[in-house]
């Protein structure tokens, strides 16, 4: 039987976040600015819930600004070539995976960025799905554009939100918080919105949240493929609708190096600096099935993998040689030791990804 292999790209395949870093480049205090509309996504994504709100829309809401400060196609993909920064043994692992699955890459990436990517890993583009932009085609006044980065610098200004534990509504958050969220509403959705750039809000299409959870049904509908032939990995908030369309269908779900986020969605969490472990587990669902790959991951030490009859041969003695001794950390979640795992996730995270992209939603 062939199943299909689905990960996203920043996290599990790279380590940028291509947005933030093509923001912190071209636009003054683009970093600041990044984090805290990302911050702005998460609460209206998560907390809020807002109606027909996608997990991700950062990467829509930051490119008038990028606009703004005269960025161009051409640059962005300059920058995503010569910045790429691949998580150790991506080209192996995708070159595996591509043996005994069918494999696709979902992500909010820009496509600048995942063409790139693809180039460097030999990976099909076809088999993908990003974020589809030309922001060379948008016009932009001197008016705009005055404005524009005379907003960048507010935003800049502003203090970091601070989610609460359990927050739902607006009322849970600080009243600097609240004055903070009221007034990128406005900024965002009647200023930005009510110029002629803002036409990239609505016709710039972010693959993230539901867009994401839309690709793996489109993909696998291309290929007549049930959801529980399924894998996915991921590591982040606009992985979640991934996650739960996969798990509720009887797919396997797996976080590495996940926030909190991704951990709370999955049923396998990884934590390793190197992404043959993907390797690992993907040989192992695809040649017997989800509760295959589950009962590897309970009894993961180097006795049980040594003995392993299932896993390719060639793949485990790669496999050692990175881990002669001490196993990447991979387990199942748990009711029970969710909190635990999420916090040590969340963590190596940042060791691996740094501190500014790993504590990004």
Known sequence: MKRVFISDCEGPISKNDNAFEITARFVPNGDKLFTLISKYDDVLAEVFKKPDYTAGSTLKLILPFLKAYNVTDAQMEEFSSQNLILIAK????LQHVRTVASAFIVSTSYEHYIKALCEALYFPYENTYCTKISIDKYALTEKEKTRLQEIAQEIEEMPMIIIPPEAKTIEAFSSADQDTIKRLDKILWSEIAGMGVGRIFSEVTTVGGSQKAAAIKDALAKLQVPLEDAMYVGDSITDVEA??????????????NGNNYAVRNAEISVLSENNLVTAVITDVFCKQGKQAALDLVENWNLESLETNRVVDSSLIDRFFSLHPQTLPKVQIVTEENMETVTKKSSEFRKKVRGEAIGKLG
């Open 90 to 93: 991506s080209k192996d692992t």
């Open 243 to 256: 996650f739960k369309l996969v798990r509720e269908n009887g797919g396997l779900t797996v976080s590495f």
